[in-house]
C-alpha cells in the first residue's frame, strides 16, 4: 500500500526525443506528487510536483501527466537534452501526515547527445 | 552559502568502528531527515526530526542513532559498523506544510560511507 512503482529502470534517449518516466501508486490517501532529478555525485533536487486535483503540469520541457483513477503518474521530458542525463525519482506524500515522502526506485536517463 | 550542508562527504572505515555524520541547514526549516541511499539507488527514510521531536522513526537497527540539539541540525551517529551500512546518506529538510500543503524537501549533497 506504501509503495511507489517506477518504471522503466534506465532509459537511452536521443538528444531532442522525448523521455517518458511512470509512476503508479496504491494508496488513494496520498496528496502531493513531486518528481525529484538527482545528477552524480549531487543530492535530489525538487523538479516538478503536482497536486490530483489537476491532470497536467507543465514547467518548460517538463510535464507530469496524473491519471487519479488509474493511481498513475508520469513524467514527459520535451526536447531532451545531454544535460537532462540524471537519476529521476518519482515520490508521492500525504499533506496531513507526518511528511513522509514514498520515493520510487528511480531511473537512469541518459541523452545521448 | 548552502542550504543543508553535511560532513563529512566521504567516510571510509573499518567495520566494528563508530562513526558520525553531522547535518547543518541555513533554510530557516523546522523539520529536518536523514535518508538512506543504496547501491541501486533506493532512497529509504531513516528518521526525521520536526522542532527537534523525533516524528519519524523507520525500522532502523538500533545501532544508527540521530540526535537533534536544534533545529538547525542533525546529526547520525553509527555503532558498530557492518558491511551492509555502505551507503550514501542524505540529510535533508522541509519547512512543513506549505499553503499548497506541500512539503518540500531540499537535501545535502550527501556523505558516502564506506565499510571495509
Known amino acids: 500500500q506504501q509503495q511507489v512503482k517506477q518504471s522503466p529502470q534506465s532509459l537511452i534517449v536521443q538528444k531532442g526525443g522525448i523521455s517518458i518516466i511512470n509512476c503508479a501508486y496504491e494508496?488513494?490517501?496520498?496528496?502531493?506528487f513531486p518528481w525529484y532529478q538527482q545528477f552524480p555525485g549531487k543530492g535530489p533536487a525538487l523538479l516538478i510536483a503536482?497536486?490530483?486535483?489537476?491532470s497536467e503540469k507543465k514547467e518548460g520541457r517538463f510535464t507530469i501527466s496524473f491519471n487519479k483513477s488509474a493511481k498513475q503518474f508520469s513524467l514527459h521530458i520535451m526536447d531532451s537534452q545531454p544535460g537532462d542525463s540524471a537519476t529521476y525519482f518519482c515520490?508521492?506524500?500525504?499533506?496531513?501526515?507526518?511528511?513522509?515522502?514514498?520515493f520510487g526506485t528511480g531511473t537512469r536517463l541518459k541523452v545521448l547527445a | 552559502d548552502t542550504a543543508v550542508s553535511q560532513t563529512p562527504k566521504y567516510l571510509v572505515t573499518q567495520m566494528g568502528n563508530d562513526k558520525s555524520i553531522k547535518c547543518e541547514q541555513n533554510l530557516g526549516h523546522d523539520t529536518m531527515y536523514w535518508y538512506k541511499q543504496d547501491s541501486k539507488k533506493f532512497l529509504k527514510i531513516m528518521f526525521s526530526?520536526?522542532?527537534?521531536?523525533?516524528?519519524i522513526n523507520e525500522t532502523v537497527p538500533n545501532r544508527f542513532s540521530p540526535k537533534s540539539p536544534d533545529k538547525a541540525h542533525l546529526n547520525l551517529h553509527i555503532n558498530s559498523l557492518e558491511l551492509g551500512d555502505s551507503a550514501v546518506y542524505f540529510c535533508a529538510s522541509s519547512q512543513g506544510r506549505q499553503r499548497s500543503g506541500a512539503n518540500v524537501l531540499t537535501f545535502g549533497a550527501g556523505s558516502r560511507l564506506t565499510v571495509l
Open positions: 515520490a508521492a506524500s500525504i499533506s496531513s501526515g507526518t511528511y513522509k515522502y514514498i
Open positions: 494508496n488513494t490517501a496520498f496528496d502531493y
Open positions: 503536482i497536486r490530483p486535483d489537476v
Open positions: 526530526y520536526n522542532n527537534k521531536e523525533l516524528i
